[in-house]
């Protein structure tokens, strides 16, 4: 199966609270990323999960009869540096919103 894009890996709310699991804890078994999430179904986070691992988000590794997940910190970090090239973009665009803010309240 080919590699999941990491940007839609994180498109979906749900794999993003994944993640956010995952940075607070170092491990976590499928089954316990699964009970933060009782109003998904166990093969939904499975899926989820699936996804993550293709985009090489986490890894997994398997002990005993249970997947342990972990963040895979250097494709977070990958993504951030890509995101930094457009700060001067986004800086520049809340700069022109402040402005417009600020001019309207005088006006």
Known sequence: MPPADPFAAIADPTRRS?????????????????SRFP????A???KHLGVLRRAHLVRARHRGRENHYRLEAYRLAELRRWLEYFAPVMEDSLQRLKEQVEGSDTG
């Open 39 to 42: 109003h998904v179904s166990r």
């Open 44 to 46: 939904a986070v499975s």
């Open 18 to 34: 994944i993640l956010d699991s995952l940075r607070e804890h170092e491990t976590l078994t499928a089954g316990e990323i699964a």
